[in-house]
């Protein structure tokens, strides 16, 4: 009977290069002249060499990331001349096996506590030099030892040589056991000789099999199941790979060539998936190979090419892989000054639930049988654990922090609150977010937001009297508690849940609660509920909160999710409709840090000029061109400017901040004469105090938030030259602040670290989160994202490298979930955000390049998008709102970019081949920022409000996607009202759902009629409804007869 081909799961394996800060680079290791793989992964800690005198070894827990420098690594000063070999031992993850040709082979023991100890050496013999090393596969305490023209067996928890082997030509170079633990296989003779020992039974090989032609500085053997490999080097000095049936000895059963070098292949195998890792010793390749068992007996799966060459090669432990992303194993590559973790990713549609198929039960932490007990015939397996996350089988290791002596991770502050203010934020907690209710329902149960602290990137070094670097923190268990569901209450479809997470992200374990939490557990405590707990997994995600409507849609590639926007075009200049300002002069590049620069509106951009009289040049967006020559005219506000800001509401009117304590509100027209001779509309005089931040409400009308250098924040109605409310709560100067979307939350940054969220609305104390984010105290930006569930802080670390740093806003104690390193730079970056496809804008001053990502709740939060690149350097950027955007060209959002000379138009938008329709997918309803929703005195007042939305397709164009066909009798609505976020809404702005108007929804809500759809597209495609007869030529009615 003919063999079926069955086609395997792991045939698409695709490993997936990790951005520079999720690899562990600037690590002190030099070039290196080692003949062993480099690098040794258990799943606890990391070992591989470093330059310097000596043998020398670096340890860095699993995990970590970011830059590691010799000072922010244990080092290892093994022995005294290179150390030859280094192994973990197999089942105790925290022991190291090194030898080398001066001194004994030692075993060390490493701890996340301490610095490594010597643990026990065994002592070999004079004369005898060690090359390599090979912990048992099954057994502990036994460990493998290759010599010259001999093999020693021994036991370390006895310290003596329990078995020698012999009839090994030259040196040994490679020693592997089988999966069984019953043989062991040598590599002698420069790769020439393969020769296979039953340890116990004898001291001479049984079986001798046909090594490589070629004489190599190294070679290696593998046993990869009831297969053999081994690798070497041709006589013409070619890498090559063979295999040998270990239940039939004899000549190789598949030869394999690859390059010419002088680089060994440095096998790894997986004997769950079955897939063979070949790592070119100093060359940039990685070949992914699969063993079959019938012809051809190793398949190629993927061939990698790696952006630096390898030095040193490993293959992590199963019990370290993401299983809820597809990983199926973690190769990691050694390069000059980096370690590379690249995961190895099976494709699949959805990576939401566990792919059993992908994870049979693998070998776990312990031992079959000890030393001795495999000594005396001993043969018994590990025994197996299984992946599953919900399983109780060996839980993966700990995710371990980064080294902590200099680092200041991010905590959570303790904070005494009042028993009032902790009864009012448990009332206020339940509509922190939008009402996602019907979406809840949709999905058959509710979800518990749970972020994961992100280890911090340190780039400080420790000195070796200071903390272990390798000191963790294990999490604390998730505990959610489930109120008792009600019939009757409006709030059953509300999630009501209690998460307690670590206080601190570092050592030491102690901490606080948040004060939901606390109020919560008594609650449950008292209605009788017991609370449910589990241990939160490693490495997979706890955020499973109902996405949002604002959430843009997303592909899943490779394990990778995508955005719909990532292919965005930007067009710049005579590119973008021929708008540019040229000929633009004495640009003001001295302004403060904590403005963005330019701004623009619907009709003008304003741009500071220099000059100690404070002027800005205000030119009109529809008549661009080249500027006059002479004296650049603008509008004089006679004292430095700190910030400006168009009012949303009004494109013609202008607040301008000033050092001198003051706003300047300026009227400005298009039929305006020569402006240097105009006066402010009005002089708004805060005091004595520099402005340093100027934001306005973006849904009441001439209201403005004003914050001084005094460190206060204050709230004024421009029209009426009211002050509302003051807040207080800084001790260092403002960097930042921002209103949320919704209009309810203030949040401010300042250079005293801290993050604060107010509610200026609400009377008396209305600061509600807190914490301490800034690592570096130069400039910060804040703002909110995702519906205002997230709030944003760009700042810079303490070695210049810009970083965004995302914080739940959803949570009392505002919990970090992310924190993402952008690049290296001296200038700040400035940040805008597009709440409609929630693109994150990127750049600063000085930069040629705008990084562009999406923001989504989830993991990976950041979505990459392509980044434009200008050929100079640019000053800032100035967004206008949706009316500017012509959505029929894709274009999602539009601005001007602005450099020492000129000021030019940038158009951002998604290469779609059918333009002749609205692309609903792309432009959700549009959050209506052009027109006041209340006025300043109303909204102080506690009247409730929530944004407008409104659909931005034109009148008369077709939908891309069909949407649902409203009956004639009912009004089509043009604007919506969003459910933003209202903290502190009231019983009365609930409307009951009576019956008529359930009804109303179903009909709304009925699938389109596929002939009005027909109808719809029946203009724009051309039918040919003749017959293909209709078209054929007949015969002559003789010819016919």
Known sequence: MAWRFAASKFKNTTPKLPKKEDTIFDVPVGNLSCTNNGIQVSADFLAFHIEGEGGKLGILPTGVKGRRTRNDIWIVAAHGEQVSDFQFMTYADNYLATCSRDESVKLWKLSRDSSPTLATQIDIGAGVVVETMKSHSTASNILAMGSYASVF?????????????????????????????????????????????????????????EGHAGMGREARVLFAGNRLISTGFTNKRVQEVRVFDAQKWGSPIHTQEFVSTTGVLIPHYDADTRLVFLSGKGTNKLFMMELQDRQPYMSSVFELTLPEQTLGAAIGSKRRINVMDGEVDTYYQLTKSTIVPTPCIVPRRSYRDFHADLYPETRGAEAGCDGYEWLAGNNSAPQKISLAPNTNSSPPPQEPTPPAAKVKPMTQQTQNYPPE???KEIEKAKVEELDYRKYEKENGHGVVHTPITPPTNSTQGNSPSSASPLTITSPDPIT????????????????????STPSSVGTGGGGTQSIIEKSTENASTSNGTEPVTFRKTIGASSRSHPLSQRVRPKSCVVGQITSKFRHVETLAGIKANNAVFSNLRNVNTRLPQETNGCCCSGKFVAVPLAGPAGIIGIYDVDSPGKLADGVMDGIYNKAAITDLQWNPFDDEQLAVGTDCGQINLWKLRRSDGTRSEMEPEK???????????????????????????????????????????????????????????????????????????????????????????LESTRAARVLFACDDRIVIVIGLTRSSQRQVQMYDATTVDLRPIYNQVIDSATQPLIPHYDYDTNVLFLTGKGDRIVNMFEVVYDSPYLLPLTPYMSPIGGQTIAFHNKLRCNVMAVEFQVGWRLTEKSLEQVIFRVPRIKKDVFQDDLFPDAIVTWEPVTTAREWMSGVEVTPVFRSLKPEGVYSSVPRPVISSTQPIPSVRHSEMPSSYSNEKSQVARTPQSCAVESQQNTPPDLQQVAAAWSTKINVDTRLEQDRMEGVDESEWK
């Open 480 to 499: 959610i508690i489930q109120p008792p569901s009600s019939n009757n209450s409006s709030e059953n479809q509300r999630i009501s849940a209690s998460v």
């Open 683 to 773: 002089v708004l005089k805060i005091g004595g105090e520099k402005i340093t931040c100027l934001r306005w409400h973006p849904l009441a009308s001439n209201l403005l938030a004003v914050a001084l250098s005094n460190c206060t924040i204050e709230i004024w109605d421009v029209a009426e030259s009211k002050l509302y409310h003051r807040f207080s709560n800084h001790t260092g100067a403002i960097l930042g602040i921002a209103w949320s979307a919704g209009g309810r939350r203030l949040a401010s940054v300042g250079k005293d670290s801290m993050l604060y969220v107010h509610l200026p609305a609400e009377q008396g104390e209305s600061r509600i989160y807190e914490r301490k984010v």
């Open 153 to 209: 067996i021994a036991d370390v928890s006895t310290q003596k040589i329990a078995i020698a082997l012999d009839g090994i030509v030259d040196k040994s170079q490679s020693l592997d056991w089988s999966e069984d633990g019953r043989l062991l296989a040598v590599s002698g003779d420069k790769g020439r000789q393969i020769v296979v020992f039953d340890p116990r039974t004898g001291g001479q090989p049984i079986y001798s099999l």
């Open 421 to 423: 203010i902790v009864k």
